[in-house]
């Protein structure tokens, strides 16, 4: 009631108002931004100069690995194959003759008819037949693989990023034809402090939030770590795989959301709505006795998603703190606690 001049005034408190001093572990998070990229991406190049015949796709077309993504005209290389399949015919002929008359040669030597010399001469000329045959037989090869690169196949499963090739153009070997872009995983890559990035470990969690998606949450873990810091920076990167199989990121999002650390060894904890701040000094009020008093104090880590607040130094384990901001909190003033009325929080 009104207590005038006669004394301090009094508050009242419910047991929901008040926390305790605590040890406790803190769920260890540190923020993490970055933009979105595909982790697979590719651009096929062409292996031959042709002219091209069909393009079986556009840009955004989902392919699987294997499709038939675009023909190029056949006529030139069809006719050096066959070419090529003639000269391998004649040398293999040639050697079948060179090698009979290897043979015969071989009997005749032993019996004495003809000179080591004109042997020599006969086993010269089958050694290179045969290398001629071997020559030749490579040459197929080269046009039979200019026959397969006839036909452009995915290499991997994903969208089509780019096609930067129209019907009946002619491209030479090495021309950019299409890029494929796999979204079905993609990457973050975070710059993380050097002082935090001992506890950043692969495998571990982040939960992030992307521009666009409103409230959806996704969910990223740490596929690998760089093992040194940037060049003139304090900051290691991180890289965060995504899985995406519904396709719905993009590269070149933005992401906002924090990396889970794992749990801290147990330290001293009060609630986050108990930190008062005094500029720039951090303070709490809290029972003495049966009196308000404050206290100036040093905070350390901060859980999110338990609302703990770490406290370094300023308050013994045990103490009860004043957990919600109240008006007319002064020291000095009596503190009442009403027993029972109010259900703890929590």
Known sequence: GKDGKSGPSQLEFAAADLAQVQMRSLNQAIPVTGTLKPLNHTTLKSKIGAVVQTVKVREGDVVRAGDVLATFDTSNIAAQLHEQQGNLEMARAQLGLDE???????????????SENAFDTSQNAME???????????QVEIA?????????RAPIGGVIG???????????????????????????????PTTDIAHVQVGQTATFKVDGFNDETFTGTVKRIDPEAQDGSRAILVYLSVKNPKGAL???????????????????TIPAGAVMDGSGQAYVYYIDKDKVARAN??????DERSGLVEVKSGLAEGTTVVATKMEAVKPGTIAIIRQGSAAKKG
Do not use: C
């Open 162 to 192: 780019k096609r930067m090739i129209e019907p009946g153009g002619r491209v030479e070997v090495n021309t950019d034809l299409l890029s494929i872009v796999d979204l079905s995983e993609m990457l973050i890559q975070v710059a993380v």
């Open 250 to 268: 993009r590269g070149g999002m933005f992401a906002k959301g924090t990396l889970a650390m794992g749990q801290s060894t147990p330290r001293l």
């Open 100 to 114: 009979r008359t290897y043979k015969k040669n071989q009997a005749l030597l032993k019996q004495g008819f003809i």
């Open 297 to 302: 104090i040093t905070v350390g880590a901060t």
């Open 144 to 152: 039979a693989n200019a026959m397969n690169d006839t036909v452009l």
């Open 128 to 138: 290179v037949s045969r290398a001629k045959v071997k020559a030749a037989q490579a």
